[in-house]
């Protein structure tokens, strides 16, 4: 089972709040992704970072941030909350190189505004 | 443009039960393909992974199968389990960026019944 973490598991907020979504691994990987998925729809990627300091936005449009302090964490922070934003958000990490780029899922954060 | 299309979309069968699911691509250039599980309110789990000279992997009761000239992929499920109830996700790996861009397909969702 992957070395990677997420909290909250579920969060139910209201319309303008701040919010922090963590991702954290244990696997030292330099590579971390975070993926929004809808009920029945496919995985997009929102943002992905190389390494430390790095961040870059992925396929999907999102008004959320990222930050990449620290190898190991991952953290994902919408500034204010809106009910377009209920989905699932799903974080990753791989290795930089071999493993044919697998990627290893954290479990998710369900995330509900109202 | 790059995608992963997975038939059907949605799947029941009853414990003991063989099935099996299907996968068209068009991601170009190729690097491998990978079938995940993913539980309800879980992330993904890798079950399978083929590189283009490979055209088939086991793992367990699960067996993937993979044609790179027409860009099909199938994996069989036998002797079903009520564990087995998930959704199953067809990953498509190009090679043409640093990133090791992962292209998702909706997943076909599987119900085992008793």
């Known amino acids: 089972e992957a070395d990677i973490y997420q909290t909250p598991r579920y969060l139910v907020i209201g319309t303008g709040k701040k919010i922090t979504l963590e991702c954290s691994q244990t696997?030292?990987?330099?590579?971390m992704y975070w993926y929004q998925q809808d009920p029945g729809m496919e995985l997009h990627l929102i943002h992905y970072s190389y390494g430390v300091n790095s961040t870059e936005k992925g396929d999907l449009s999102s008004e959320s941030t990222v930050s990449r302090i620290r190898t190991e964490h991952f953290p994902l922070t919408l500034e204010s909350a809106r009910p377009s934003h209920t989905s699932q958000y799903l974080c990753?990490?791989?290795?930089?190189?071999?493993?044919?780029?697998?990627?290893?899922f954290g479990p998710g954060t369900r995330l509900t505004v109202l | 443009k790059n995608q992963v299309e997975q038939s059907p979309q949605s799947l029941i069968i009853l414990e003991g039960k063989n099935c099996t699911l299907q996968?068209?691509?068009?991601?170009?250039?190729?690097?491998?393909l990978r079938w995940y599980k993913q539980d309800t309110g879980r992330g993904p789990v890798s079950l399978t992974i083929m590189t283009f000279s490979e055209n088939t992997k086991s793992n367990g009761r699960y067996t993937a199968t993979l044609d790179a000239d027409t860009k099909q992929s199938s994996l069989h499920i036998t002797a079903s389990q009520l564990s087995d109830s998930a959704s199953y996700i067809c990953v498509v790996s190009d090679r043409g960026s640093t990133l090791g861009r992962l292209y998702f397909g909706r997943g076909t969702q599987l119900t085992v019944w008793p």
């Open positions: 696997m030292g990987h330099d590579k």
């Open positions: 990753a990490s791989s290795e930089s190189t071999g493993s044919h780029n697998e990627q290893f």
């Open positions: 996968c068209n691509y068009t991601v170009s250039p190729f690097s491998n």
